[in-house]
């Protein structure tokens, strides 16, 4: 066999390598996506709405070490939700155990100049049927003061972290959201399931699934 005949049989071989491995991540995320949309149906007619946790600004992304930042930001935002819902739930919180469904999920890609983020379905369910804008500012304002705890844990971080909430109305349909979200954006965070931030998930407990704690939280299995 010549060398030119040989040289393309090794490139088919790459091509046909490389087309298998697309296909497999292809049907990967669509299993990820199918799930975490599953979960989400599950759920019942619940008002959930996108929104997007951000910091302003680049003390964090150039002081501080990436397991440090995922670390402190899921506190940070488990400190935030907490806050929030004592806000617009009130008592039942503490009474009836009510909490807002969540399913918060990781984003960025900081090797490509894209810091980490959260980006959350979010029940919009409030005591005072507080409007989108309010429910906003409200939480925006939570952030803000949950992001103070940083700067104390890390004396690293001596900037001001300036937190921003991005919210919006959901469509007829959560599925373009749900694959947007799950998306590879880069080695980091990977995509899919992998990107969902399990310990500040919350559903309501499903009996008749065992991959649901009585609680409400869904364990990682």
């Known amino acids: 066999m010549?060398?030119?005949?040989?040289?393309?049989?090794?490139?088919?071989?790459?091509?046909?390598a490389a087309q298998r491995r697309q296909r497999e991540a292809a049907r990967q995320q669509s299993a990820a996506t199918h799930g975490l949309l599953q979960w989400i149906e599950d759920q019942g007619k619940v008002n959930l709405i996108?929104?997007?946790?951000?910091?302003?600004?680049?003390?964090?992304?150039?002081?501080?070490?990436?397991?440090?930042?995922r670390d402190?930001?899921?506190k940070v935002v488990r400190q935030t939700l907490i806050r929030f819902e004592q806000k617009v739930l009130g008592n039942a919180v503490k009474r009836?155990?009510?909490?807002?469904?969540?399913?918060?999920v990781v984003g960025g890609e900081p090797t490509d100049n894209v810091y980490l983020h959260y980006q959350l379905l979010l029940e919009h369910r409030s005591k005072q049927n507080m409007d989108l804008e309010s429910f906003r500012k409200l939480l925006g304002t939570?952030?803000?003061?949950?992001?103070?705890?940083?700067?104390?844990?890390d004396p690293t971080v001596t900037?001001?972290?300036?937190?921003?909430?991005?919210?919006?109305?959901?469509?007829?349909?959560?599925?373009?959201?749900?694959?947007?979200?799950q998306r590879y954006e880069g080695a980091t965070l990977d995509s899919g399931m992998i990107k969902v931030d399990i310990n500040?998930?919350?559903?309501?407990?499903?009996?008749?699934?065992?991959?649901?704690?009585?609680?409400?939280?869904?364990?990682?299995?």
């Not at 996108?50 to 930042?69: C, E, N, W, Y």
């Open 72 to 74: 402190q930001l899921q």
């Open 50 to 69: 996108p929104v997007t946790f951000k910091i302003r600004g680049k003390s964090m992304k150039d002081q501080v070490h990436l397991d440090d930042a």
């Open 2 to 16: 010549s060398k030119k005949r040989r040289l393309y049989f090794v490139k088919a071989d790459f091509s046909e």
């Open 96 to 104: 009836h155990g009510d909490h807002l469904l969540c399913v918060p």
């Open 159 to 181: 900037a001001p972290l300036i937190g921003e909430v991005w919210m919006e109305p959901a469509r007829n349909s959560l599925t373009g959201y749900v694959v947007y979200i």
């Open 142 to 153: 939570e952030w803000n003061k949950s992001l103070k705890r940083i700067r104390r844990w």
């Open 200 to 221: 500040n998930l919350f559903l309501r407990c499903k009996t008749d699934d065992t991959t649901y704690f009585p609680n409400g939280r869904v364990s990682a299995t």
